[in-house]
């Protein structure tokens, strides 16, 4: 991972308003960051170099437990400079990258050279999953001891899912000796055997479609075999009503958490009527009913936290008809702003458990990150929550451009992202007002 040390300078943001959930802030205060992290919260704070954060909205810095960085082997869709420069641009101090590359990092080699990768090249703190099995195959489970060894913060099956319960099992008892958490991609292959949602939508658009229960079936097996290892489970991208309401149930019986992502929030299967590739995404777009579940399962805490599921294509494999494109979105940069017109705006959901579930919850998964106190990581997201801009290829920092909201006036703004204390992100430049 990338450890991101902290910059040894003193800085003080001033005069935002801080919004921690974790420790119950929410004022007009000032921060000062010393040796990469909080080193005093108050009033009327002063230090070395200051920035003028009037009017703009403090959070601790966003965590996304998935996301695709395509290195090794598709640099050219994304690359862990362009990645982490996307996260920054969103407002994310921390990624966790998916294993499902080429090679596949199932090895410890593999895995060894793209942790040394990230600490030369990342700008955010950078953890690597490692795949469950060899190949993402479903049959073979890797070395997970050393995997963790190499520097795996966890496994994962995501891309494709483990479709043998065994293997599953007992990947799942492997992983809890290991003392790694296990991230799953929750799809049962024998279901989803179409490439959009099965429902009205895919009727009138004439495409092939998987029914819901192909999610449902995955995630019911997933939570059972949880429930029966005691391994340390995180369900990613929940999609339907009904797998949000199963993990809710089995969050009594087992070690489980669970996540969604901003276009299952905030989208819906009628937009595959005009057939583009690019709105393919695995899983599929839902109805309004599941969208609405889903958000419902998100605002009371059943689903733990949002998670974006960033995607980079090359236009190529978008441009296409929906049933040849390559499934999948960028997430990063649009993330926050998305959830922040649609819920929050859209009166949803409400701005503190938005920070909750992009901040504190993923934090608190990752470990020791998502909150604003004394002795915390010096990472921090400022926001303008007034300032309304048009998402478009040009504004975007991944190398890719195949985001769902092209075009779309979006509300709240990233201006400004800090990791270890150091400013990484600044989209204003010398105006953002620090001074010395």
């Known amino acids: 991972m990338s450890t991101r040390s902290g910059s040894t300078e003193e800085l003080v943001v001033r005069g935002a308003r801080v919004l921690d959930p974790c420790s119950e802030l929410d004022a007009l205060l000032d921060v000062r960051l010393s040796g990469g992290r909080v080193a005093e919260i108050g009033e009327c704070l002063r230090g070395v170099r200051e920035l003028d954060a009037d009017g703009l909205h403090l959070f601790p810095g966003f965590v996304d437990v998935h996301a695709h960085w395509r290195t090794p082997g598709r640099e050219d869709e994304e690359d862990i400079e362009s990645g982490s420069a996307a996260a920054a641009a969103g407002g994310f101090t921390g990624v966790v990258m998916m294993p499902n590359t080429d090679p596949v990092i199932d090895r410890p080699a593999v895995l060894g050279g793209l942790v040394r990768r990230i600490e030369r090249e990342s700008g955010v703190r950078a953890y690597v999953a490692a795949a469950l099995h060899e190949g993402l195959k479903g049959e073979r489970l890797t070395e997970m001891r050393l995997l963790k060894e190499a520097g795996a913060f966890c496994v994962s099956d995501d891309g494709l899912g483990t479709q043998n319960a065994g293997v599953l099992r007992n990947a799942m008892l492997y992983a809890k000796t290991a003392g790694l958490p296990v991230i799953l991609h929750c799809e049962d292959h024998t279901l989803a055997t179409g490439v959009i949602h099965e429902g009205i939508a895919s009727a009138l658009a004439g495409v092939p479609g998987s029914p819901a229960s192909a999610e449902d079936a995955a995630t019911a097996t997933a939570l059972i075999l949880a429930a029966e290892t005691g391994a340390r489970v995180h369900i990613t991208h929940v999609s339907t009503a009904l797998s949000a309401a199963l993990v809710g149930f089995f969050k009594r019986q087992a070690d489980v958490t669970a996540d969604t992502t901003p276009h299952h929030l905030t989208l819906t299967d009628d937009l595959i009527g005009s057939l583009e590739g690019m709105w393919r995404v695995n899983p599929p777009l839902r109805p309004e009913e599941d969208r609405a579940g889903v958000r419902e399962a998100l605002g009371n805490g059943t689903l733990d936290f949002v998670a974006t599921d960033h995607a980079p294509h090359a236009s190529e494999e978008k441009e296409l008809p929906l049933e040849e494109a390559a499934p999948g979105f960028l997430g990063h940069e649009t993330a926050f702003a998305a959830l922040y017109t649609e819920l929050v705006l859209g009166g949803k959901l409400s701005l503190r458990r938005l920070v909750e579930a992009m901040s504190c919850a993923p934090g608190r998964w990752v470990g020791g990150l998502g909150s604003i106190s004394a002795g915390a990581p010096a990472d921090l997201a400022l ?34 992202t800090i990791v270890g204390g150091e400013l990484v992100h600044d989209r204003i430049g010398a105006a953002f007002g620090v001074r010395a």
């Open 383 to 416: 926001v303008d929550l007034s300032e309304e801009w048009t998402v478009s290829e040009r504004n975007l920092a991944s190398r890719s451009r195949n985001s769902p909201y092209l075009g779309k006036k979006l509300t709240g703004r990233i201006v400004g």
